[in-house]
Nanobody
């Protein structure tokens, strides 16, 4: 069974940076479509960034120009570099994976079968 483990969350002040990592086991990233989602208290889970097998990317409008998604196939690791963080970025961040082509660049939660446990990001003003 696919396992995803996120890390790198923490507490930062507005304007700061964090880099999230998601390590996959029991499968290789090159076979899956990957994405980062986040969920703030009382809100629905929303897509933040997605990457396809060729490294092409898609971003939510709210993070364009500030966040960068990337993957290191040799390390089987997905990253989310977050810069110029804002208080509204505060949320639990999850990585997600699925092998179906419908998941390519998708921000629909239902299209992803595999999820990590999440890592908390808190941005203070």
């Amino acid at each position: 069974q696919v396992q995803l483990v996120e890390s790198g969350g923490g507490s930062v002040q507005a304007g700061g940076s964090l880099r999230l990592s998601c390590v996959a086991s029991r499968y290789h990233y090159s076979n899956y479509y990957m994405a980062w989602f986040r969920q703030a208290p009382g809100k629905e889970r929303e897509g933040v960034a997605a990457i396809d097998k060729d490294g092409r990317t898609r971003y939510a409008d709210s993070v364009k120009g500030r966040f960068t998604i990337s993957q290191d196939n040799a390390k089987n690791t997905l990253y989310l570099e977050m810069n110029s963080l804002k208080p509204e970025d505060t949320a639990m961040y999850y990585c997600a994976a699925d092998s179906s082509p419908r998941a390519r660049f998708s921000f629909l939660v239902a299209w992803y079968n595999y999820w990590g446990q999440g890592t908390q990001v808190t941005v203070s003003s």
